[in-house]
């Protein structure tokens, strides 16, 4: 019988989630932001939030997820493709939501690259959605411009 764990995600966990990102068609990667380091310092600052998803002891699923002391954010949402449709992500997310929930923050957002159609299709069936609202962001450094998995290369 398969065994699903869910828990906070350490740097231990580093090198077998970067693995599983590296999986997934339509996610975006920056070479700072995704560095061990970067993603060491983001666990320091939220230790409780970010977590992973063991099945059989193998990581197949993770999520990046902080807080800014108002509003919660994931990122790097993510199952495998190969156990997707088994409730992984929605455990995580919920998981996720009352870690936040636990540290007063009463909202959460994301970002879903358009072409993320998995990723997309996962938040409409769970009904998050909001259209009212224009996003914007400025790259402070141009070595840290979005890779996405699965174009013009077949990482």
Known sequence: MDELNIMPMTIADYDEVRALWMTIRGFGIRALDDSREDI???????PTTSVVARLNGRIVGSILCGS??????LYHV???????RRHIGT????WC??????????????IAFPGNDAGNAFWK????KRSDVNYYEFVLNEKNITRFIGEETDE
């Open 40 to 46: 060491e310092r983001f666990i320091n600052r939220n």
């Open 78 to 84: 993510c199952v495998a493709e190969e156990f997707r």
């Open 97 to 110: 939501m009352h870690q936040l929930k636990a540290l007063g923050i009463n909202k959460v957002a994301l």
């Open 68 to 73: 800014d002391g108002r509003q919660g954010a």
């Open 125 to 128: 069936t769970i009904g998050w």
């Open 91 to 94: 455990h995580m997310v919920g």
